[in-house]
């Protein structure tokens, strides 16, 4: 499947923004997640959804992400708020249809297909 990412743009702190991931096929039987890659820093794990609403989010974004899928629209959503300035990064959705426990999901090597990326930026 093909994934194109959207949504991305400059807010404020405190803003909000919802990211899009577009596949080009059904995702009803994958794992859909985030990851974002901050200036200068390696990738990092977001959150993930798999199956209809079972999610995880890291740590740094709990509480104030949301991630959520529709799967009748083959898409898959970010919703951010209360966003901060270290939320800037450029943020790609994958997924993945090998099933597994919801700790796997975290790891970006278990996804096939990634999207290209979208890039957001909070200002201070």
């Known amino acids: 499947v093909q994934l194109q990412a959207s949504g991305g743009g400059l807010v404020q702190a405190g803003g909000s923004l919802r990211l899009t991931c577009a596949a080009s096929?059904?995702?009803?039987?994958?794992?859909m997640g985030w990851y974002r890659q901050p200036p200068g820093k390696q990738r990092e794990f977001v959150a993930v959804?798999?199956?209809?609403?079972?999610?995880n989010y890291a740590a740094s974004v709990k509480g104030r992400f949301t991630i959520s899928r529709d799967n009748d629209k083959n898409a898959v959503y970010l919703q951010m708020d209360s966003l901060k300035p270290e939320d800037t990064a450029v943020y790609y959705c994958?997924?993945?249809?090998?099933?597994?426990?919801?700790?796997?999901?975290?790891?970006?090597?278990?996804?096939?297909?990634w999207g290209q990326g979208t890039l957001v930026t909070v200002s201070s």
């Open positions: 994958a997924a993945d249809s090998t099933p597994g426990p919801l700790s796997t999901w975290q790891d970006s090597n278990r996804y096939d297909s």
């Open positions: 096929g059904s995702i009803s039987n994958t794992g």
């Open positions: 959804v798999v199956g209809k609403t079972v999610a």
